[in-house]
């Protein structure tokens, strides 16, 4: 009989010290899920050739730094997205240069195209590079957005740690005024921070 009440006496402290050890693990999950994630971001993009051919751009950065803000002002928050991927054969860049209001809902809303991005200026300044041979710059083919050019940026979150958004438009040849224009459509990008 001593030997039963041990046995029930035993399997009552293990079943107490797998509770604690289950409760124990969720709690832990749940800090876990305060913690911003990981520094990155994902880039896509459809960029259409003047020829009809279409690009379908992707690239995820591991960790870049790529958020800075607010400016010296209090004003304005900067997002630098620089990816690169070589595509059967052809190199192919997206620069994208913005300085959104603020933080949060004040940074969400519209951008509008800038040949270039000056201190003071809110927009975006978007560049494509077609590299037909990579690593050779005498291949380059490089657009660009202008003032009156077709397109911008969205921001269309805005939270603690991440942010999301959408580009397109019509990107001018920044070599010669005659040469033809790419189009981007349906260009995504997200980052933590």
């Known amino acids: 009989m001593n030997s039963e009440k041990t046995r029930v006496y035993m399997k009552r402290n293990l079943f107490f010290i797998l509770l604690c050890i289950g409760l124990f693990g969720l709690t ?10 990981k520094k990155g971001a994902d880039i896509t993009a459809e960029i259409i050739l003047e020829s009809g051919e279409k690009i379908d751009f992707s690239y995820s950065m591991d960790s870049y730094d790529f ?6 002002e209090g004003n304005g928050y900067l997002i630098q997205l620089y990816p690169g991927t070589t595509i059967d054969g052809t190199w192919y ?29 809110i927009g975006v300044f978007i560049r494509v590079g077609i590299e037909t041979e ?12 202008k003032v009156d050019n077709v397109g911008g940026l969205v921001i269309t979150s805005f ?35």
């Open 134 to 145: 990579p690593h050779n710059v005498e291949t380059l083919s490089s657009y660009s957005s």
């Open 93 to 121: 860049s997206i620069m994208i240069d913005a300085r959104i209001n603020g933080a949060g809902k004040a940074g969400e809303g519209s951008y509008s195209f800038h040949e270039t991005l000056g201190h003071d200026d």
């Open 28 to 37: 832990a999950c749940d800090k876990d899920d305060d913690k911003p994630a």
């Open 159 to 193: 939270s603690d740690h991440h942010i999301a958004g959408t580009f397109s438009g019509v990107m001018a040849s920044q070599m010669s005024g005659e040469d033809p224009p790419v189009t981007i459509k349906n260009g995504k990008f997200e980052f933590n921070f």
């Open 67 to 72: 958020f800075h803000g607010p400016d010296e």
